[in-house]
């Protein structure tokens, strides 16, 4: 009778161990949870906001009004002068219509408006705003153009030397790449699917703007140049992932003082 | 009869009750630790929809038709449980080059109006406002948005910007 009372007594230990390891188990598995609960919530709220925020960029920049005289965006001040003033987008279509190319004055008044207008994010973010000849035509006639009107790519200076990472203080580049010559082969479209590839993580938003380009006949004659308008956000990476070379590109590196991104 | 060790029969299970109670220790702290986890998550969560909701109902489209319409957006806001502080702003358009600081509490931060009073939406004075500059950032929400304001035909562009923390 003894040895059955020891045994039960074994019995009931080995029972409590055996609780002890289930609960232990479960108490793990409920620590792995509550780590873990809302990190997709908190995604998700950084995707909205970015999207947001991305969004009202570039309805902004499409807007905004800048002065006719410096060709800059207004201030609160400026709108007491009405007659100097007229819409960023107005400009962009008086200068495209002749020549579909922008001259040095628009490309800097678009490149200081963007450059502006997305500055909360420019030191934590990469993006690249471009405006550029869409597709036209339809069937056969289906032309596939992709000729960038005006290209702005804010680039973090990242880099590795051996094999540590160099992050300069808030240095970035800033290219202007609409002056894109043919050389390459390859078309616009091309270069920004490998560098959208390049940059696995990142948020593109699109609109789309109406050009229009003197016809080849007659001097009243024009077409319609249906044109989209990208912005595409991306955090920062080395440049050596990315799929960007600023000779490829065409590219002008735009010298940025007291604010304000000038051609050298 | 060989009664070595023997206590009794509830004794007996006298040492199977340290694994249980060190069981239901685990148990407990686990559980307490994970709710504390989960209701200060939820909370973070409730106060940046509170914030998201503030400025969404401030810039509207993005385009305002002119500063009367912010203020009337702003009196149909209806903020219950974070203090916050909302304006226009042009320091961020021209941040001294990229690098440069600004500071959110300066009396010259948020644009004026017409009449030359700060274009502002609150439901906190502008000291109980300028008071957080030397509490903790740790609670504080701050959202930033490009906006427009046709202002006499003109478009200017400007950033809103949305602070919000949480009531005491």
Known sequence: ?264 | MNAKGFIGSIGDDLPSLVPILFALLIFFSVFSFSLDAFNSRKLFFDRQLEITRIADGLRSNGFLLEYGQFRDLCLKLVVSRMNYFAGLSTRLLDPAGGSGTVDLFSEDFFIQDESDAELSCANVSRSDFEALRNRGRGNLFVQVYPVVVSVNGVVVPYHLVVVAWPRT
């Open chain 1, 1 to 264: 009778m003894a040895q059955n009372l020891n045994a039960r007594g074994q019995a009931a230990v080995t029972d409590a161990l055996f609780f002890l390891v289930i609960v232990t188990s479960l108490g793990v598995f409920l620590f792995g949870f509550s780590a873990n609960y809302g990190a997709n919530v908190s995604e998700q709220f950084s995707a909205r906001y970015s999207s947001d925020f991305s969004v009202a960029a570039i309805k902004s920049i499409l807007y905004a009004s800048v002065s006719r005289s410096t060709g800059q965006l207004v201030s609160g001040s400026d709108s007491l002068v009405p007659a100097d003033t007229d819409y960023l987008l107005a400009f962009v279509k008086e200068d495209y219509f002749d020549d579909r190319k922008l001259g040095d004055p628009v490309r800097v008044g678009l490149a200081n408006a963007v450059y502006s207008l997305l500055s909360p994010i420019g030191s934590s973010k990469d993006y690249l705003f471009a405006v550029y000849e869409g597709s036209s035509g339809s069937g056969a006639g289906l032309v596939r153009n992709g000729k960038p009107v005006f290209v702005l790519a804010h680039i973090s200076d990242i880099g590795f030397s051996g094999k540590d990472l160099v992050i300069p203080d808030e240095k970035h580049f800033n290219y202007e790449c609409s002056e894109r010559g043919t050389e390459s082969g390859i078309t616009f479209d091309r270069q920004l699917s490998l560098l959208r590839a390049s940059l696995g993580e990142s948020q593109q938003y699109f609109s789309n703007i109406m050009l229009w380009k003197r016809s080849s006949g007659t001097d009243l004659d024009w077409d319609q140049v249906p044109s989209p308008v990208l912005l595409l956000v991306w955090t920062p990476k080395p440049k050596n992932q990315l799929k960007f070379d600023s000779g490829e590109w065409g590219c002008t590196e735009m010298s940025l003082a007291d604010g304000k991104l000038s051609f050298p």
